[in-house]
């Protein structure tokens, strides 16, 4: 991350599975968070989240939302660092 800040990348996307995303939350990489779930339930199967947090309910890591339907899937938008301007959650 470095590295592209330094090439003056001001914004990346990564896109990954739970272990990529975990792993950038944990280095404290993320700006925004785009999750999309699905109305089903696939028994075990690999985390989506890991990281060292607050097992507290009242120390949870929270930010502003905002939420979408995409047909029968919901993408919700978690917004971890300053929400850019005309971007704000409604």
Known sequence: ????SGQG???ILVEGGGKTVSDFLEAGLIDSLSLTTAPMLIGDGV??????????LAGALRAPVRRFMLGDDLLTQVWFR?????????
Request: hydrophobic share 45%.
């Open 1 to 4: 991350m470095a590295a592209l």
């Open 9 to 11: 990348w001001g914004r």
């Open 47 to 56: 985390p989506g989240l890991r990281f060292a947090g607050n097992p507290a």
């Open 82 to 90: 300053a929400i850019p301007e005309g971007e704000a959650p409604s």
